[in-house]
């Protein structure tokens, strides 16, 4: 059976199209999800050769508003940032709903929250885990990268096992030229997702820091441009340093090496009453291609 | 300004959606080429991440029915194969042309033949040049690929400069696990574009190849689904080994490593009145995705 279901592919942590991460949307929400197969939707993303595909679906769970399904190219994630703003900002564009505030996402780690503000969709990431790394796997990274890091670096279990490495500066972070190749195996051997560069930037506005992510995938490794479970790592990251026992908030700059100029507006929020500490990542988004796909 | 234009999702060299290889393409036909900047189109064609998105815009040369803009995520070129295909089958959609038998294209390479026949368009090679490459290159490569050639390889200069490598069959060419990263090493120190390696298939059918393309492109290397380019090299390699002095056609079947099954209707045609040689590409495609792009 040929379907003609909605399409958009939607541009996340940027208001200007083409500045931020592309994920691919499409709308199944007036489809049965047995309609498809799991076939089916993977080859869909294997084709947008995007580095996540998402398909939207009626909820399971009653509380949530929809469910959503993420794929890379080669398979099927519980969850990822970037493409979980985008697809809310899909699902609220496909419903035509302008007076949101709180969404539930179904997916693969359960319901993830999001709330909307303006033109800013932010979700409260639902892992950020801290492992400790050996001395010698730290070693292993420092010579791939090639510039010493500032405080001991560590990994972050976000969904994606984020290596976070700290550098001097933004300017450092953003200067350096890495061998992909090299940090790959590193990964590899490790079995990390990729590594996560980040430098403090000084501004008169409060943290900010520039960011880079380079993703491991089979065969290959890239530089993701604007990355939503890579912020969270970040976050959580400062929070080991930092410890922080109020809430504060986190503008994180992305993809200037790769062509786009990403903004993440991260939070690491203290619950004053209980001192519970949680992780947002969101930031702007907008639909750049409108239309339907065959599938 | 902000424009708001016609944009197709075409997959090429299939008649089965997410089979092929996809192109994006933009109708630009109703504005000016002056309306957008390269950097604009770059910059679409970067945020896109396919291997190649195109620009339809009125034809400067009053013999063409469009002028066609081809981009990588990277750079702009002169010509490409699967996009022109893919390009003219957006072209008839966009403009509802339902009886065209033959189409021309006007591009970096000067003016390119289209022919329209049923479901299927086919181009003719505007440069299909071989190249001599030394022993020691040739050992390089054979020792990089992992199994012996057949033929002595050589270069194609198709455009890209194809490096053709003949192995015994089509089920050697399928299994054959490559090393990309070092397969990319002998690509750059040579300044070729990437290999393609193919193997013939037993047919009752007529001449028929496996073929894969190994593509080099700056930090990285990938396996193209489906590949035009990669077909007129195969051909014109075969030329040189078999002097064909009667038009043959050469079925292509390409993808089925990176979950694509292509079909690649290839014909080396020799004009009988002068024995003139000339390498013609094509296949089916499909418009998968339909909508409009914002700019």
Redesign the interface.
Known sequence: MTLNLP?KQI?VFTAT???GN?VAVVNCMDVEESDVTTEQLQ??A??????ETTFLFKPTLKECDYKLRIFTPANELPFAGHPTVGSCRAYLQFKNIKNATAIKQECGVGIVDLSVEGDKISFVAARADVEEVSDSLVESYKTAIGVPYVNRPSLMQTGPAWFVYLVDDADTCLNLNLN??NLKQVCDAAQHSGVILAGPRKSAEGIEYEMRALFTVP????EDPVCGSGAVALLRYLQTIHNYDETVNVHITQGRR??RNGHINGCIKVDPSNGAVSYHVGGSS??????????
Not at 46 to 51: A, I, K, Q
Not at 286 to 295: D, F, K, P, S, Y
């Open positions: 399409f541009d199209p083409f500045k592309p080859s869909v294997n084709w947008t050769n995007l580095s992909l190749a065969d290959t490794s890239f790769v062509h907008v639909a750049v291609i409108n239309g339907e796909i065959t599938l």
